[in-house]
T-cell receptor
Framework: DTGVSQNPRHKITKRGQNVTFRCDPI?????LYWYRQTLGQGPEFLTY????????KSRLLSDRFSAERPKGSFSTLEIQRTEQGDSAMYLC??????????????FGNGTRLTVT | GESVGLHLPTLSVQEGDNSIINCAYS??????FIWYKQESGKGPQFIID?????DKRQGQRVTVLLNKTVKHLSLQIAATQPGDSAVYFC????????????FGKGTLLTVNP
């Protein structure tokens, strides 16, 4: 499978604990995105990388959230001191270099986080 | 604020019929529009996209129509099949160097055999 890979698929954690998710993009894609999706809603943008540079962060990304892409390949999203409101599906997407219309975002199947 | 929305939250069709899913957008500066299909437990799957300088684009069994005058986007699915049952999202992008997509709420399409 050469699509976007996300691990773990599911994570259950207790409030206050830290969690980390991993995303492996499609190999030739240099852009990587994190989105969050709650039940019944569309995905919401969190952050975007081009290679290893984090170029944009949403206001949704509080200081408890940090994303990295150290070598411009895989990325990690860490949430510290989790809260129940963090429960959601965390989606990773990647795209090729180029203009919008030649490089649509391709999403992984997400990591579903449940904070108890 | 600016937003992307959907006219109908649910749509039920018979297998073999054509489906039309509608989407309204309010940001006249949006340059790019895209439709995704999301099945239960999976991430959004790219279907088709269109730039703002076009009014129609066709793919395999799907057509996207863009009406900039009324800020309306639609997805037409020909000969709908049970495998088309999913939630469909439209999303808009501002274009240029900003790669942030804004998604609508989604329409649940159910195809009855």
């Amino acid at each position: 499978d050469t699509g976007v890979s996300q691990n773990p698929r599911h994570k259950i954690t207790k409030r206050g604990q830290n969690v980390t998710f991993r995303c492996d993009p499609i190999s030739e894609h240099n852009r990587l995105y994190w989105y969050r999706q709650t039940l019944g809603q569309g995905p919401e943008f969190l952050t975007y990388f081009q290679n290893e540079a984090q170029l944009e962060k949403s206001r949704l990304l509080s200081d408890r959230f940090s994303a990295e892409r150290p070598k411009g390949s895989f990325s990690t999203l860490e949430i510290q001191r989790t809260e129940q409101g963090d429960s959601a599906m965390y989606l990773c997407a990647s795209s090729q270099t180029g203009t919008w219309y030649n490089s649509p975002l391709h999403f992984g199947n997400g990591t579903r986080l449940t904070v108890t | 604020g600016e937003s992307v929305g959907l006219h109908l939250p649910t749509l039920s069709v018979q297998e073999g019929d054509n489906s039309i899913i509608n989407c309204a957008y309010s940001n006249s500066a949006s340059d790019y529009f895209i439709w995704y299909k999301q099945e239960s437990g999976k991430g959004p799957q790219f279907i088709i996209d269109i730039r703002s300088n076009m009014d129609k684009r066709q793919g395999q069994r799907v057509t996207v129509l863009l009406n900039k005058t009324v800020k309306h986007l639609s997805l037409q699915i020909a000969a709908t099949q049970p495998g088309d049952s999913a939630v469909y999202f439209c999303a808009e992008g501002p274009g240029g160097s900003n790669y942030k997509l804004t998604f609508g709420k989604g329409t649940l399409l159910t195809v009855n055999p």
